[in-house]
Antibody, heavy 119, light 107 residues
Framework: QLQLQESGPGLVKPSETLSLTCTVS??????????WGWIRQPPGKGLEWIGS???????YYNPSVKSRVTMSVDSSKSQFSLKLSSVTAADTAVYYC???????????WGQGARVIVSS | EIVLTHSPGTLSLSPGERATLSCRAS??????LAWYQHKPGQAPRLLIY???TRATGVPDRFTGSGSGTDFTLTISRLEPEDFAVYYC?????????FGGGTTVELK
C-alpha cells in the first residue's frame, strides 16, 4: 500500500522560503510510470497544482508560481521536496504531495500539511 | 489556463438518493478528466480518470461520463460515506487545473 507523508514547518514568515518534504513508502519513487507532485488548497478555496517532478529530476511547474518554486528528489531516502520562496499570506494553504500517473491524474495523496504564512 | 466550473456548488441530498454533479471546462480537454472525493482532514481520493474509468477499489455506484467540455459524475445511490466534496481535474492541457468543487451534503 503506497503511502505519502508531508512534513515541514507549519509556520513561515512572510518573504521567507517554505520548505516541505514528502516521504514515500510502500512503493518505489524510481518508477518510469509516475511523477510526483505538489498540490495546495488555500483556506476556503479549491485545489491548485504547484508542480511535478520525475525521479530523474525533471520538473514541471505551474506558471503561477514558477519563478518561486523549486522541487527536488532524493531517491536514496524515497523523498521529494518543495521549496517556495518569497512567501506571502496568499501562500497559506494545506499542501499535499501526491503520485501522478505520467503527468496526468493523481492516484495517491498524502494527508496534507497545513502551512501558515504569518509574522 | 483551462478553467473548470462545477455545478451545483452544493447538493443537499439524503442517503439512497441519486447525485448528479457537473464539471464544465472552458476549452476541450477530450477525455482527459479525473474526479476526486475529498473529506475533511483526509487525503483526496481518486475516483475516476479518463472521464469514465473507475480507479481501483471505487464502487460501481460512481459513474463518470462526458468528453470535450462537459462532464458528469453520477452517484447512483448515496451511501453515508459519500457525503464529501468532489473535484474534477483536467490533464488535457498544461497547467493541470482543478475545479472549485461540489459539496454533497446531508439534507
Amino acid at each position: 500500500q503506497l503511502q505519502l507523508q508531508e512534513s515541514g514547518p507549519g509556520l513561515v514568515k512572510p518573504s521567507e522560503t517554505l520548505s516541505l518534504t514528502c516521504t514515500v513508502s510502500g512503493g518505489s519513487i524510481n518508477s518510469s510510470n509516475y511523477y510526483w507532485g505538489w498540490i495546495r488548497q488555500p483556506p476556503g478555496k479549491g485545489l491548485e497544482w504547484i508542480g511535478s517532478l520525475f525521479y530523474t529530476g525533471s520538473t514541471y511547474y505551474n506558471p503561477s508560481v514558477k519563478s518561486r518554486v523549486t522541487m527536488s528528489v532524493d531517491s536514496s531516502k524515497s523523498q521529494f521536496s518543495l521549496k517556495l520562496s518569497s512567501v506571502t499570506a496568499a501562500d497559506t494553504a494545506v499542501y499535499y504531495c501526491a503520485r501522478q500517473r505520467t503527468l496526468f491524474y493523481f492516484d495517491n495523496w498524502g494527508q496534507g500539511a497545513r502551512v501558515i504564512v504569518s509574522s | 489556463e483551462i478553467v473548470l466550473t462545477h455545478s451545483p456548488g452544493t447538493l443537499s441530498l439524503s442517503p439512497g438518493e441519486r447525485a448528479t454533479l457537473s464539471c464544465r471546462a472552458s476549452q476541450s480537454v477530450s477525455s482527459y478528466l479525473a474526479w476526486y472525493q475529498h473529506k475533511p482532514g483526509q487525503a483526496p481520493r481518486l475516483l475516476i480518470y479518463g472521464a469514465s474509468t473507475r480507479a481501483t477499489g471505487v464502487p460501481d455506484r460512481f459513474t463518470g461520463s462526458g468528453s470535450g467540455t462537459d462532464f458528469t459524475l453520477t452517484i447512483s445511490r448515496l451511501e453515508p460515506e459519500d457525503f464529501a466534496v468532489y473535484y474534477c481535474q483536467q490533464y488535457g492541457r498544461s497547467p493541470r487545473t482543478f475545479g472549485g468543487g461540489t459539496t454533497v451534503e446531508l439534507k
